[in-house]
Nanobody
Framework: QVQLVESGGGLVQAGGSLRLSCAAS????????MGWYRQAPGKQREFIAH???????NYADSVKGRFTISRDNAKNTVYLQMNSLKPEDTGVYYC?????????????WGQGTQVTVSS
């Protein structure tokens, strides 16, 4: 059994910063890619950022230069540092992790953490 626990969301003014964390625990043999998605009210979930096991990163155009994804393999944790936040960054942020467990390799989603950016 694998669990993902997210933390770090909250309310912030435009121009502010937040740091999200997502920690994986359980029967984990290895972790492949790790990423973040968000879902704004009334919209579909969208890709935000992705980091491979080797540390290569990829970002949505809307967050390039403002958000930074990183990972701590020793802690099975992925982070999303969000700077220069805008009201349009508001939404529920979900981590997505590809994990090799004892029985299989599959994707897991975090429970989501709310980020609200006020203007």
């Amino acid at each position: 059994q694998v669990q993902l626990v997210e933390s770090g969301g909250g309310l912030v003014q435009a121009g502010g910063s937040l740091r999200l964390s997502c920690a994986a625990s359980g029967s984990i043999l290895s972790i492949n890619h790790m990423g973040w998605y968000r879902q704004a009210p009334g919209k579909q979930r969208e890709f935000i950022a992705h980091i491979t096991s080797g540390g290569n990163t990829n970002y949505a155009d809307s967050v390039k230069g403002r958000f930074t994804i990183s990972r701590d393999n020793a802690k099975n944790t992925v982070y999303l540092q969000m700077n220069s936040l805008k009201p349009e960054d508001t939404g529920v942020y979900y981590c997505n992790v590809l994990i090799l467990g004892i029985l299989d390799m599959r994707e897991y989603w975090g429970q989501g953490t709310q980020v609200t950016v006020s203007s």
